[in-house]
Nanobody
């Protein structure tokens, strides 16, 4: 059974940085894309960034230049580096895993709260 365990959320002032981590276990297929979505109150869950097992990254257009995604395939871990954080980045961030032949993620983490506030 695939499990995704996130860490690294918290409270940070505007302009600060955070790095989220997500470790996956129980993976049986190599070709997968791991990523991050976020959801804030009253809004739909949206894609933040995703990276395939081959290293191809996709970052939401509005976040390019501030957010970066990377992964360590040996550790089945994906990282989200968030810089120059803004109040509007406040959300619950969810780790995701999508089999590369599918369109939508099949697995989700429990979510980690990121709050950007002074």
């Amino acid at each position: 059974q695939v499990q995704l365990v996130e860490s690294g959320g918290g409270l940070v002032p505007p302009g600060g940085s955070l790095r989220l981590s997500c470790a996956a276990s129980g993976i049986t297929l190599s070709f997968n894309a791991m990523g991050w979505y976020r959801q804030s109150p009253g809004k739909q869950r949206e894609l933040v960034a995703e990276i395939t097992s081959g290293g191809t990254a996709n970052i939401a257009g509005s976040l390019k230049g501030r957010f970066a995604i990377s992964r360590d395939n040996d550790k089945n871990t994906v990282y989200l580096q968030m810089n120059s954080l803004k109040v509007e980045d406040t959300a619950v961030y969810y780790c995701s895993l999508r089999w590369e032949h599918r369109i939508q993620p099949s697995y989700w983490g429990q979510g980690t709260q990121v709050t950007v506030s002074s």
